[in-house]
């Protein structure tokens, strides 16, 4: 996690690579392999003020034939003067069969468990339709929505004057149905540089989250990429007094493998 200034100094130093957009886009990925890639970033800052940040995340992919199975799990611990601001992790699993054109149906699991949001944990199953948009081998873009049952556990966190947590109250767990909505957005200008764009929704009773991230990715070796994201995820309703939105920018190392 990284401050926004370190952030866009890192995405001006990359928007040279833009200027080679080219038509060599990547191929398509390969069926009946699992594709995987990892990605990790650290920050450590001492002097006036100290700060540390670790993010990690792990995607696991395989198509077969009209299939298609992901799952990811990612982390985040971030520290400052040394007291823990930041502590999250979260994984999802989505699979989904693509009927024939670009319509696909789609059953998916998340579970999300952070210490600062003000919700203990959010877990929700979720199923129904969606659509490709476009699907060239440069750009693709889909879209899908479903409906799903949510459970989750609010809790109420109080913070001494300097930010150390000195209590925690976890509040009755809630059940609703939901809504769920996402977007999924690629385009590869090159082989070596593609902008992706993320998407979620989940919108119930108890709470409405919204997470969206964008990434700029630039390929180093046929393994090694560099990513620089920022992402934002709003929760509609944590318990007082908590703020809605979160962001987080990153810098991140992504290995294939």
Same mark, same amino acid.
């Given at each position: 996690?990284? %401050?926004?200034?370190?952030?866009?100094?890192?995405? *001006?130093?990359?928007?040279?690579?833009?200027?080679?957009?080219?038509?060599?886009?990547?191929?398509?990925?390969?069926?009946?392999?699992?594709?995987?890639?990892?990605?990790?970033?650290?920050?450590?800052?001492?002097?006036?003020?100290?700060?540390?940040?670790?993010?990690?995340?792990?995607?696991?992919?395989?198509?077969?034939?009209?299939?298609?199975?992901?799952?990811?799990?990612?982390?985040?611990?971030?520290?400052?003067?040394?007291? @823990?601001?930041?502590?999250?992790?979260?994984?999802?699993?989505?699979?989904?069969?693509?009927?024939?054109?670009?319509?696909?149906? $789609?059953?998916?699991?998340?579970?999300?468990?952070?210490?600062?949001?003000? $919700?203990?944990?959010?877990?929700?199953?979720?199923?129904?339709?969606?659509?490709?948009?476009?699907?060239?081998?440069?750009?693709?873009?889909?879209?899908?929505?479903?409906?799903?049952?949510?459970? *989750?556990?609010?809790?109420?966190?109080?913070?001494?004057? @300097?930010?150390?947590?000195?209590?925690?109250?976890?509040?009755?767990?809630?059940?609703?149905?939901?809504?769920?909505?996402?977007?999924? $957005?690629?385009?590869?200008? %090159?082989?070596? @540089?593609?902008?992706?764009?993320?998407?979620?929704?989940?919108?119930?009773?108890?709470?409405?989250?919204?997470?969206?991230?964008?990434?700029? %990715?630039?390929?180093?070796?046929?393994?090694?990429?560099?990513?620089?994201?920022?992402?934002?995820?709003?929760?509609?309703?944590?318990?007082?007094? *908590?703020?809605?939105?979160?962001?987080?920018?990153?810098? %991140?190392?992504?290995?294939? $493998?």
């Amino acid at each position: 996690m990284l %401050n926004n200034r370190v952030f866009y100094a890192a995405l *001006l130093a990359l928007a040279p690579v833009l200027s080679a957009w080219g038509d060599d886009a990547p191929p398509p990925p390969p069926q009946g392999v699992l594709i995987g890639k990892g990605q990790f970033g650290f920050l450590s800052a001492h002097g006036n003020t100290d700060a540390e940040s670790l993010n990690g995340k792990i995607d696991l992919l395989r198509y077969d034939g009209p299939w298609k199975n992901e799952f990811s799990l990612e982390g985040l611990y971030g520290e400052s003067s040394g007291i @823990t601001s930041a502590e999250r992790w979260e994984t999802r699993a989505q699979s989904s069969y693509t009927f024939s054109g670009n319509v696909y149906a $789609f059953g998916g699991l998340r579970y999300e468990h952070d210490l600062f949001d003000g $919700f203990e944990y959010q877990a929700s199953v979720s199923a129904g339709l969606g659509y490709k948009i476009l699907d060239s081998d440069s750009t693709k873009l889909s879209a899908q929505a479903g409906v799903g049952y949510r459970s *989750l556990r609010p809790e109420t966190i109080i913070k001494d004057p @300097t930010g150390v947590v000195i209590s925690r109250t976890p509040l009755d767990i809630e059940n609703d149905p939901i809504l769920t909505a996402g977007v999924d $957005f690629l385009h590869a200008f %090159n082989k070596s @540089t593609a902008l992706t764009n993320k998407f979620l929704m989940e919108a119930g009773s108890s709470n409405v989250l919204l997470h969206d991230e964008i990434a700029l %990715n630039v390929k180093m070796s046929t393994k090694l990429t560099l990513s620089v994201g920022y992402a934002i995820t709003d929760n509609t309703k944590p318990p007082a007094p *908590l703020k809605q939105i979160d962001t987080v920018a990153t810098v %991140n190392l992504v290995f294939a $493998f």
